[in-house]
């Protein structure tokens, strides 16, 4: 499969404290984006990294790639109960049809207050 | 702004009806459209893409079809709905690439369905 997989599968954490959730990835990849989605919801897009980028901020997040390694990181700094969420790694790979996203399984961050 | 509609919230159908759902997209022109389905538990599985009025894309051979009446609709329809068809189905849109690239999706709220 041509998927991406989120690890870990589920993690739950305090208040305060940072979330680190992993994503690996199979070929040569166009861009790699996350997505968050609160249960029962839509996706909503957090932040898409290109194959030339290797580090990218958008508030609280912080998001890695290193394609040496087929790997991406997302980083939730000072997590709140509020970023409770599924978390989803989805890879455009190069030479990929429209709209071929590849999303992994997810990962479900659980924030307690 | 761009905004997505995707209704219903829920569905409750039985095995062998028939099935319609919607999703309208305003404040862009010509988007791609999609449609995921979502088992539970598991990543999103492409369905169905649309570059264009009545220019539809299958991924998977299924039960399920769609069609694009007008440029920010979508539908998606069976004839006689299966144990299999329940899962969650989330519409989205994208803008029409440029690049040989797939940019950021906009998702639909998503339908509940539920076939018993």
């Known amino acids: 499969s041509q998927q991406g997989e989120e690890d870990p599968q589920a993690l739950s954490i305090q208040e305060g404290e940072n979330a680190t959730m992993n994503c690996s990835y199979k070929t040569s990849i166009n861009n790699l984006q996350w997505y968050r989605q609160n249960s029962g919801r839509g996706l909503v897009h957090l932040i898409l990294i290109r194959s030339n980028e290797r580090e990218k901020h958008s508030g609280r997040l912080r998001v890695t790639l290193d394609t040496s390694k087929k790997s991406s990181s997302l980083l939730i700094t000072a997590s709140r109960a509020a970023d409770t969420a599924s978390y989803f790694c989805?890879?455009?790979?190069?030479?990929?049809?429209?709209?071929?996203?590849?999303f992994g399984r997810g990962t479900q961050l659980t924030v307690w207050p | 702004s761009q905004t997505i509609h995707q209704w219903p919230a829920t569905l409750v159908q039985p095995v062998g009806s028939p099935l319609s759902l919607e999703c309208t997209v305003e404040g862009t022109s010509n988007p791609n459209l999609y449609w995921y389905r979502q088992a539970a538990g598991r990543g999103l599985q492409l369905l169905f893409y649309s570059v264009g009025i009545g220019q539809i894309s299958s991924e998977v051979p299924q039960n399920l079809s769609a069609s694009r009446p007008q440029d920010r609709q979508f539908i998606l329809s069976s004839k006689k709905l299966l144990l299999s068809d329940s899962g969650f189905y989330l519409c989205?849109?994208?803008?029409?690439?440029?690049?040989?690239?797939?940019?950021?999706?906009?998702f639909g709220s998503g339908t509940q369905l539920s076939v018993l």
């Open positions: 989205a849109w994208s803008v029409q690439r440029t690049a040989a690239t797939n940019e950021k999706l906009f």
């Open positions: 989805a890879t455009d790979y190069r030479g990929s049809t429209l709209g071929r996203l590849y």
